[in-house]
């Protein structure tokens, strides 16, 4: 198995789980929380799919997806926010209906599917961060990445699970 193989297997079981946290769901149960201070299904896809946006266009070089779904999204949020550091106000601001969240979620995975697919093993060890110490790698961004995806996409299902209890 490549890097690359290995990299697409991860974002492919990311898409999966985002897929099966919002399928179905009403705009009031994405929004749902468990506690007043919590993050809703909505908000922590969106802001898993802002990361992976961000930051891999930063390391592909090419432009973000989100500028062709922010107007539809209709945040109060800077252009280029991704969630990072929102307070509970912010948490709440994002409501959007399933099919919205995740086409934006799937058209991300496309890009960022695209750009995975031509890496090779020794292009993980290039430096794409030097505000860092150590600067950071091409493959520690990327796992980074996944990590924080995998973790708010399992926080998803998490509040989804409760919405079944």
């Known amino acids: 198995m490549t890097s690359a193989e290995l990299l697409l297997d991860a974002f492919g079981r990311i898409k999966e789980v985002v897929h099966d946290a919002v399928e179905g769901l009403t705009e009031d149960q994405l929004t749902h929380r468990p506690e007043p201070s919590a993050n809703s299904i909505a908000w922590l896809v969106w802001h898993l799919t802002r990361i992976q946006d961000d930051h891999v266009a930063g390391v592909a ?49 496309a890009r960022t599917v695209e750009y995975v697919s031509g890496i090779a093993d020794g292009d993980l060890a290039r430096v794409v961060d030097e505000h860092w110490e150590p600067p950071v790698t091409l493959g520690v961004r990327l796992i980074s990445v996944v990590s924080d995806d995998l973790q708010h996409a399992g926080q998803a299902a998490y509040v989804r699970g409760l919405l079944s209890r």
């Open 61 to 109: 070089g090419t432009e973000q997806t989100w500028p062709d779904w922010a107007d539809r999204f209709g945040l109060p949020f800077r252009r280029h926010d991704t969630g990072y550091g929102h307070d509970a106000a912010a948490v709440g601001a994002v409501r959007v209906p399933a099919d919205l969240l995740l086409a934006y979620h799937d058209a991300t995975h």
